[in-house]
């Protein structure tokens, strides 16, 4: 069967092409972060650009099965069938995903052990760039992203942040499992081949903002939540997604999917009207087709779960490394200030905003200390 990708390939050029003028031209991000902002938490130029020019690469490579030529080849392969069922790269694309993004947890919680800090702080490193990392905001994988860029680019323009700083403080292991990153976007992409329009453009969507969430966020940021969503949703409701796009594409099938749609309006309301006992397999699918919705839920709950337990409510412990000249520190409200060898540990009154004075500290400490680490307080959000 042959499929015509003429319809994807020109609209992935225009994103590659949307990226690439984010790079090139200063000004163009203001117009395009109030849309990309929501979708890619806190978005950035750097952000915006690799948001556009992997989202474009993703939705041309998802064609690559649409050419016969390609697609005989790879079935007429001698290997396990397995291997070439694009819903087994469906589910490794998540497993590996899971893992990429668990082990990245993990090594965060490494990190701070090997500094001496506790487990719910903010680690700013100072030196030679300001990067921060934490739990629930993850730049470990970023480093590495960053050491890469500089590999091949000679000039990063001013509003990219690459986070390499990093780098020179997280283990070796950190640059083994970045690997696994584009193992899994090859994966994605085995994925999408041969689907529907609906599900391999929402496929392609959010692998790209599962991609950038691992990256720049870790676990618990919202493109990589995104991107855990996106595969689930394949993976219980593809036959919702292809039913959408078969009504939107095909006018042929509109009138049969509009009388399935009937059929399992009926059989919802006698679910509602509690007749459980004689619809068993319609509640073992509709269950299925919960699973996504409740796995987004679950992760959410555990992210803000984490943000509360973590929180140090009453003030705000700040560990300096290597200090020298804080008189800068004379304008907070300092509660308690001891020294320990070559760390200074300071409490401030929880007068503050969390992100104001992350912001303030990196200023204030520019120059006067290698890494700073700052308690987590998201009730000062509220």
């Known amino acids: 069967m042959s499929f015509k990708n003429n319809k994807y390939v020109p609209f992935g050029i225009i ?18 972060r109030p849309f990309s902002q929501p979708i890619l938490m806190g978005s950035s130029k750097g952000k915006d650009i690799l948001f556009f020019v992997l989202f474009g690469m993703t939705i041309i490579l998802s064609t690559l099965g ?40 993990i090594v965060e919680l490494y990190l701070r052990n090997s500094l001496g800090i506790d487990w719910n702080t903010i ?59 584009p193992i ?38 919202t493109p990589t939540v995104g991107g855990i969503y996106g595969i689930l949703i394949l993976m219980f409701n593809s036959e919702i997604l292809d039913g959408i796009s078969d009504y939107i594409t095909e006018k042929e099938k509109r009138n049969g999917i509009k009388s399935q749609l009937k059929e399992e ?15 068993k397999k319609s509640i073992i699918k509709y269950l299925k087709i919960l699973i996504p919705h409740i796995a987004l839920i679950l992760i959410i709950l555990l992210r803000f779960s984490i943000a509360f337990y973590g929180a140090s409510p009453d003030s705000y412990e700040l560990d300096i490394d290597n200090p020298h000249n804080l008189d800068s520190l004379n304008q907070y409200d300092v509660l308690n200030l001891t ?26 400490l520019d120059g006067k200390c290698d890494w700073y680490s700052l308690s987590w307080n998201i009730y000062s959000y509220l």
Not at 198 to 214: C, D, M, Q, V
């Open 339 to 364: 020294e320990d060898e070559n760390k200074t540990i300071v409490h401030l009154s929880n007068q503050y905003n969390e992100m104001e004075l992350l912001n303030n500290l990196a200023i204030d």
């Open 15 to 32: 994103l590659i092409i949307l990226g690439t003028m984010l790079f090139f031209l200063s000004g163009i991000d203001q117009f395009i």
């Open 123 to 181: 680690l700013v490193i100072m030196n030679p760039s300001e990067t921060s990392t934490s739990i629930l905001h993850s730049h470990l994988y970023k480093g590495i992203f960053g050491i890469i860029l500089g590999m091949f680019l000679s000039h990063i323009p001013a509003g990219i942040h690459t986070g390499s700083s990093l780098s020179a403080y997280t283990p070796s292991i950190i640059s083994v499992l970045f690997i696994l990153i």
């Open 66 to 105: 649409d050419n016969d030529k390609i697609y005989n080849y790879f079935k007429n392969l001698h290997i396990p069938e397995i291997l070439k069922d694009k819903e087994f790269y469906l589910k490794l694309s998540l497993i590996l995903f899971l893992f990429t993004a668990i082990a990245g947890l």
């Open 184 to 221: 899994t976007y090859i994966a994605m992409i085995l994925s999408m081949q041969r689907r529907k329009s609906g599900s391999r453009i929402f496929l392609a969507f959010t692998s790209t903002l599962g991609i950038i969430g691992i990256i720049d966020g870790g676990l618990f940021a």
């Open 265 to 279: 309006w009926i059989t919802i309301k006698s679910l509602l009207s509690g007749k459980i006992s004689q619809n």
